[in-house]
Structure formats: structure tokens, C-alpha cells
């Protein structure tokens, strides 16, 4: 096959496209056009295509997880779930997010950090926040250190008393019904029940 013309696409602005003679037409980025020396009127013998064909795939998914990990923080597994859901295998996936990792593109731990410290901030208990890490695909053995950086819970959990109860006494139903929202937020009963006695008030575990 030989090259006819090589033109930068209009619509993405990383694309190269290599027209062949007889009409097809090769995708590929600017990294591949310097690697295999393309230039027009080249002789490229089929096994070349098919080389140049899976430097390109692998191109393009590096540039889209890199656009992924520009616009916002993401662990390793939530870049390879995107990746697949766009049409990579699970080994392409894996292979790229570990790369983006290697640029420092894709932080693990630091990204447990900053969601500790959001949900922290919010109010909410370790519970609450694990689950949020598990959800987002932060690895296991990442998590304890993460969470040495919420605020003390007694402290979170007077806080939230305070707004709710905006300086009014507390009842024994206000008690069970925070208890209770105090739970969902990711406290446990044993954190909690120390501070409803500094309310006056004893209620047994729900």
C-alpha cells in the first residue's frame, strides 16, 4: 500500500489521517507519523499497517485517559472503568491507568486523602466515608492512613448536633431520631452515644 497524502484532521486536533491509494484510510497520531517516518508516496507492506494500526489504538487511549485525569481526580480503577465502558479490553485499561500512574497523572493515596478531607468536612463519620472510597475504587490498604485525616468524631458529631438542634434543649425523641441520622452518616453507636450524655440524655442501641 502506498501513502497518498498525510493531512491533520480537522475535528481532533491529536489525529493525523494517512490516505492510501485506493481509497483507505489510515487513523493515526502525530507520535506514529514520527516512529514509522511516514511521509507520502511510502511503500507500507501490510504487517506495518497492522503495526501501525495498534500504535495508534494505543496512542489514542493514553491521550483519553489523559484527557480523563486532567478534568478531575480519579483512582487507577475509575480511569480502567472508563476505559472499558469506551471500548478497551480489560489488559489495555490496566496497562494505561498504570501508566498515567507512572506520570503522576493518577495519585491513589492522595486521592483517598482529598476525599477523606471532603467528606470530613461535610460531617460525615468513618463509615460513611469508606464507603465512598470503596465506591470510587480506592485500593483497601490505602484507607487507614486516608481516614487518620477525618476530624475526631465527637467533634463532627457535636457540630451536627448543634445545627440541628440550633440551641434548644434535646428530648429523648430528638435523641433517637438524630442517633439514628447520626448512623446513616457513618458513626458508629459507640461515638455517638457519649455525646447524647452530654445532652442529659440515655438511650439504648437501636
Sequence with gaps: MRIDRIEKSKHKQERVLVFLEGGDLLRITGAELLRFGLYKGMDLPPELVVEL??????????????????????????VQRRLTKKGATEQEAEETADWLESLGAV?????????????????????????ELHRRGVPKELWDAALEQLPPPEEAIRKFLAGKLRGRGMTPEDSRRLAAALQRRGFVWQEIRPVLNEWGQEIEET
Design 107 to 131: 495519585d491513589d493515596a492522595g486521592y483517598a486523602g482529598v476525599i477523606v478531607r471532603h467528606y470530613g468536612a461535610m460531617g460525615y463519620g468513618a463509615g460513611r466515608v469508606r464507603q
Design 53 to 78: 494500526q495498534a500504535a495508534a489504538q494505543k496512542s489514542e487511549l493514553k491521550q483519553t485517559a489523559a484527557r480523563m485525569a486532567s478534568g478531575q481526580m480519579l483512582s487507577k480503577k475509575e
